[in-house]
């Protein structure tokens, strides 16, 4: 333990170093600050909606909002990022606060935290390598079109369904909504080709809000959602027992929170990456969340990890380092305790303007114009993807699609399997079989029927030169093909297996043992199976 976290703090500093690599001019630190702004007024409305979701006070959304943004902001593995409470959370939290209570909720997140702690200690953030490119396009198309769906609720009339909320906008009503979220999107569209002394989206929701302000309008805005007001986030421990039966409540809802929690924040680690040329800190990504939702439970906050929508927003903002993330933190506390009257004047439909900009720049268009030049299994995984995420969650989206794309490599290389036969030149009257392509379980069965042994000669050689032993459904093959040729009475041979191939059948104890003829295993001799002998 003493070694991993001796390894993680050496990383972490070394990582620190090279992100702060920044020349801090005036300008640089008023785009930051900016972009932060920003952010903080983009935050405030989707903190008190997924609040909502989560069946949970506001203030617990935003209480959440600050802690998490502030933690990552600091220690996370990607400058630019910003994290918060999200919706992919909050439709999981639900049942969990309708079946026990928040207070529940509050130790979930702070076993959540322990979780990806644990997860960023043990450097398990570096399997995000094993999402596929094509996993990654359906997240961010997928995710595009949450975020899109979510505004359509700001068309709607507020309350609940029987007190006639939910129904949709009807005449002008409409039409101004339509009309300021129009305005945002132009605002922010035109804004970088005059100038880029503003972020784009802050002057978007400025200009609408000085409309609406100022002449009056009669439209929606962020205080007609919850106010805002509130202190500083107290501490407190978690008002449950602390027994068995409790952890036996918290642990599978903290396992979900942990695990698409981290999927969304190394997804949006990896997109983020993508936009600023930044790789690296999945760990310590994992380890920021990790501490983030630890501190998060104890102060009454519901718990979150990375927005994607809010990320990019910073990004086009011009945030690139860890200054904007946590000004927007420090300015969303800021809005809790002294600004709530201000900002509960800003008109939703700004906000939505803005979140609508981030759908456009989020969709990964260009998927639909490569998607007859890719694979076709690639294609059908973007889609797969996009549509899972849509429909369920974003986290049980990335799994399928990892396991779509693993069975349909496992299928391709299946079939690359086959043989090249020729009599042998340094063993005359025996059969030399050149083995191309991988050997592992799917492919086991198509190896079994490479091999005529009734026709074989007395001497047979297997050459693996072209091949790679992979598993132990491998060895099995291999061993069946030798107890069959020992039946017949002939003598098989293995020629050129790999050093990690010899560890695998040294660990099966029937086929291999270890040999000094050749101690670095870069190429094997022959290996007789009846005798035991290389030669």
């Keep these: 333990m003493k070694a991993t976290l001796a390894s993680f703090a050496k990383h972490w500093v070394t990582n620190r170093k090279s992100q702060n690599a920044v020349a801090w001019t005036p300008s640089r630190i008023r785009i930051e600050l900016l972009a932060g702004l920003t952010v903080a007024l983009a935050l405030v409305p989707e903190a008190v909606a997924f609040a909502f979701v989560a069946d949970v006070h506001p203030l617990v959304g935003l209480y959440a909002a600050f802690i998490v943004g502030l933690v990552t902001a600091l220690f996370g593995g990607r400058p630019g990022m910003i994290s918060g409470a999200t919706g992919a959370l909050a439709v999981v939290m639900v049942s969990l606060v309708a079946e026990h209570g928040v207070q529940y909720l509050f130790a979930a997140v702070i076993l959540m935290g322990l979780m990806q702690l644990a997860a960023g200690l043990f450097r398990l953030g570096k399997f995000i390598r094993l999402v596929p490119h094509s996993v990654m396009l359906g997240f961010v198309n997928g995710l595009a079109i949450v975020i899109f769906l979510a505004q359509l609720s700001q068309f709607q009339t507020p309350g609940p369904v029987e007190q006639g909320g939910g129904a949709w906008l009807t005449g002008q009503p409409l039409y101004l909504m339509l009309g300021l979220t129009a305005l945002t999107m132009a605002v922010i569209w035109v804004m970088p080709r005059l100038t880029n002394a503003v972020p784009a989206p802050l002057a978007g929701i400025l200009v609408t809000a000085a409309i609406v302000i100022v002449f009056g309008l009669d439209a929606p805005r962020v205080g007609d959602l919850a106010s805002i007001e509130g202190g500083l986030p107290p501490f407190g421990i978690p008002d449950v027992p602390f027994t068995l039966e409790t952890l036996l409540i918290i642990f599978p809802y903290a396992l979900i929170f942990a695990l698409i929690g981290l999927i969304e924040s190394l997804l949006t680690l990896n997109l983020v990456g993508e936009i600023t040329g930044k790789r690296g800190g999945a760990s310590q990504e994992c380890a920021a969340q990790g501490a983030a939702n630890l501190i998060t439970g104890f102060f009454g906050g519901m718990g979150g990890c990375a927005m994607i929508g809010q990320s990019m927003i910073n990004v086009k903002s011009g945030g690139r380092t860890r200054l904007a993330a946590t000004a927007a933190a420090v300015l969303l506390l800021c809005f809790i305790l002294f600004a709530s009257d201000l900002i509960e004047q800003i008109p939703l439909a700004a906000l939505t303007g803005v979140m609508f900009m981030v759908v456009v720049g989020t969709f990964a268009w260009r998927s639909l114009m490569i998607a007859r030049k890719i694979p076709l299994t690639d294609a059908f995984v973007i889609l797969l993807v996009t549509a899972v995420t849509v429909m369920f969650d974003l986290a049980i989206a990335v ?53 005529d042994i009734e026709s074989d000669p007395d001497a047979v050689i297997v050459d693996f030169l072209r091949s790679r032993v992979v598993d132990q459904s491998a060895l099995q093959a291999i061993e069946d093909l030798a107890a069959r040729y020992e039946a017949a009475g002939k003598t098989l041979r293995l020629r050129h297996l790999s050093r990690d191939c010899h560890k695998l059948l040294t660990k099966a104890g029937q086929l291999m043992i270890d040999s000094s003829d050749d101690p670095d295993y870069e190429i094997a001799v022959d290996y007789d199976v009846r005798t035991g002998v290389f030669g």
């Design 399 to 451: 799994v399928v699609g990892v396991i779509v794309s693993a069975l349909a490599y496992a299928w391709s290389n299946a079939t690359r399997i086959h043989v090249v036969s020729h009599d042998s030149v340094s063993l005359p009257g025996a059969k030399v079989y050149e083995i191309n392509g991988p050997l592992f379980f799917a492919s086991t069965d198509r190896f079994a029927e490479l091999f």
